[in-house]
């Protein structure tokens, strides 16, 4: 028996599309001999399609779209969607061959932590699924099922001699390691193999990253799909076991987040419609950064660059952003703020008369190259792409109105640490980022003579309390135990907590880490707890 694992990515609510793409697939399956399609959890609708799930429409389109791929003749195809029987939602798999429904199966573990809320939407599936195709009993999970016990257990003791496992498993570091341990955790439990087959693409936040797998009795992995491409993966049963196959390459944690970036990019943008990018070029490492991330997602001929300086500005902050434009070929554009600002000041003069110079004036800066992007961006039509980081989001270190004005928030989840070690593995492929830009200090440049570190701690001690503050749920307590001041533990805690209004009105932004400022970082704006 040949198993085609179809590792694609679907549009969330383009149901009759995402249909046509699975028949296209079925069909390709056949003619490389295959039995069975398996596509990825929601691949009708598209994973997640969130409140969609609560409109009844909605199921008459995937009524239909199941319809259609109930047509094809000669092959099995399990296909995921939602379903509504009476009162209740189901996240499903229905199993289809030669225009007969032998069964459907309906998820049992719903997660409802990180990024998942799928109490909302689902109730639990309370039976296991076992269909026999060419003589071999075939058992189906989704996603979640595949991290915890029970479904497989109940699954093998129902007669399955293998599973497939169909998941929409959003990425971060190490995840492909992960699930492919707990699938293995699941094969020592049963004695069965597993083929698990994930999803491509961008949806808002949310990156899948393929790399659909076989694991044999062993719990060895067998056959490999690549990360991030869409693919047929063909899996060979015989013996009672599934036999080797093709095992693609995977990529390592700094590839895999560079490549989440771009997919993030290159989705938000192309499934939204939008004909480009266009973002604010500083001269610094953030927005080198995530120009490179630009052209990688886009094209050279869809991303615009705008230097804007001000008297503030180095003179080789423009150098080196010209030397990247030069590497790159994007449009650019230089627009001096400095006249803008001193007009802003002008009117504000009676207002400000008698204060001293604090954070205003930077930030009016800021707000003033913010108008300017959004003006360009409406003209054009073209998305602004942010370029803060996760550290500058944690810690406000970011203006509202101003370089957080845009559409999509490519380094939202990459603190500055890692974006530095971004670059230099950009570069490795192919020198983009001129090496200035890396190694000089990090600068806003809105004062004289401004470094970042004059008013944080140095990044490496700012991001590992990040990290052990928001991705870990670890107490400061915790953090100053583990050997951090307490004086720049509870300084960056004050921050995280008195800058949630901002996070809260940020652009989103792809998750990269187990814990980003989207939807898996819900905290109340008006909070006492310390």
Not at 9 to 37: E, F, T
Not at 386 to 411: I, P, Q, R
Request: glycine letters at 8%; charged letters at 25%.
């Amino acid at each position: 028996m040949r198993i085609a694992l179809a590792q694609f990515n679907p549009v969330v609510g383009d149901i009759a599309g995402n249909a046509k793409k699975i028949v296209d697939l079925a069909n390709a399956a056949m003619a490389q001999g295959a039995d069975i399609l398996l596509t990825p959890e929601l691949a009708l609708t598209g994973y997640s399609p969130e409140d969609l799930l609560l409109r009844d429409s909605f199921y008459r389109e995937v009524a239909r779209g199941l319809d259609i791929i109930e047509q094809l003749d000669g092959i099995t195809v399990i296909v995921g969607h939602p379903t509504k029987i009476g009162n209740e939602r189901f996240n499903a798999a229905t199993v289809l061959r030669d225009g007969n429904r032998l069964g459907q199966y309906h998820k049992m573990q719903l997660p409802n932590n990180e990024v998942f809320d799928e109490c909302r939407y689902f109730t639990p599936g309370a039976a296991p699924l076992v269909f026999e195709q060419n003589g071999v009993k075939v058992g189906v999970l989704i996603c979640e099922d595949i991290w915890h016990l029970e479904p497989a257990a109940e699954t093998a003791d129902a007669g399955a001699e293998l599973i497939v496992a169909l998941n929409a498993s959003p990425f971060h570091r190490d995840k492909i390691e992960t699930r492919q341990q707990m699938a293995r955790f699941r094969v020592e439990e049963t004695g069965l193999p597993i083929a698990y087959v994930q999803m491509t693409g961008g949806q808002d936040e949310l990156v899948f990253d393929g790399a659909s797998f076989a694991l044999n009795k062993a719990g060895d992995v067998v056959a490999q799909a690549a990360a991030y491409d869409d693919e047929l993966l063909l899996v060979d049963f015989a013996d009672g076991d599934f036999q080797p196959g093709k095992r693609a390459a995977l990529p390592d944690m700094l590839e895999s987040v560079y490549r989440a970036l771009v997919v993030g990019v290159r989705d938000y943008i192309g499934k939204n419609g939008f004909p480009g990018a266009l973002l604010g070029l500083s001269g610094g490492i953030d927005s080198a950064l995530t120009l490179a991330v630009a052209v990688d997602a886009l094209g050279a001929d869809k991303v615009h660059a705008v230097m804007m300086p001000s008297r503030y500005t180095a003179d080789i902050s423009v150098t080196d952003s010209r030397d990247m434009i030069a590497r790159l070929g994007v449009k650019y554009d230089e627009i001096e703020i400095w006249p803008m600002y001193e007009s802003f000041m002008a009117v504000l003069a009676p207002s400000f008369q008698g204060l001293e110079m604090d954070t205003t004036e930077e930030n009016l800066q800021a707000r003033i190259r913010g108008t300017l992007l959004m003006a360009l961006s409406n003209k054009s039509g073209k998305l602004v792409l942010t370029t803060g980081n996760k550290s500058e989001m944690t810690t406000g270190y970011c203006t509202l109105y101003g370089d957080m004005a845009g559409g999509f928030a490519v380094l939202k989840d990459v603190a500055k640490t890692l974006v530095f070690e971004l670059c230099r593995w950009r570069n490795t492929v192919s020198d983009v980022i001129p090496e200035r830009i890396i190694t000089r200090p990090p600068s806003a440049e809105l004062r004289p003579d401004q470094k970042d570190q004059d008013s944080l701690p140095p990044y490496e001690i700012l991001d590992a309390i990040m990290a052990r503050y928001v991705e870990d749920n670890q107490s400061a307590a915790d953090i100053i135990a583990a050997g951090y001041a307490e004086a720049d533990v509870n300084r960056v805690v004050r921050l995280l907590k008195i800058n949630e209004y901002k996070r809260r009105q940020a652009p989103v932004g792809p998750r990269v880490t187990p814990r980003g400022f989207g939807k898996d970082w819900r905290y109340p704006i008006t909070n006492k707890f310390s």
